[in-house]
């Protein structure tokens, strides 16, 4: 039985950092990638960044120089660390295992997902 579970959500002001955690289980850690992905109130489920087995990342264009996905050695947990947040980056972020291969930004490339963390910045 696959589970994904997220922690570290809260409220931060502008300028902020916070640190999102998520925590995989019963998933096949060999060749695949991780993802973070975020929803605001109305709109779609937005990528914001993945892992993959091989060390390499990647990174939506509005968070690169603010956030860096990281993962332990066995995949197994994923930290998303948020920098210079701002206050368009306020969702529910959500952790993603499962990848099937395709565009890490598509979120019917991924299989499993946790409930979802909510991160809120505020001026």
């Known amino acids: 039985q696959v589970q994904v579970v997220e922690s570290g959500g809260g409220v931060v002001q502008t300028g902020g950092s916070l640190r999102l955690s998520c925590t995989a289980s019963?998933?096949?850690?060999?060749?695949?990638?991780m993802g973070w992905f975020r929803q605001r109130p109305g709109e779609g489920r937005e990528g914001v960044a993945a892992i993959g087995s091989n060390g390499r990342t990647a990174y939506v264009d509005s968070v690169k120089g603010r956030f860096t996905i990281s993962a332990d050695s066995d995949m197994a947990t994923v930290y998303l660390h948020m920098n210079n947040m701002t206050l368009e980056d306020t969702a529910m972020y959500y952790c993603?295992?499962?990848?099937?291969?395709?565009?890490?930004?598509?979120?019917?490339?991924?299989?499993?997902w946790g409930q979802g963390t909510q991160v809120t910045v505020s001026s």
């Open positions: 993603a295992a499962g990848w099937r291969g395709g565009d890490w930004y598509r979120p019917t490339e991924y299989d499993y």
């Open positions: 019963g998933v096949d850690f060999d060749d695949v990638a």
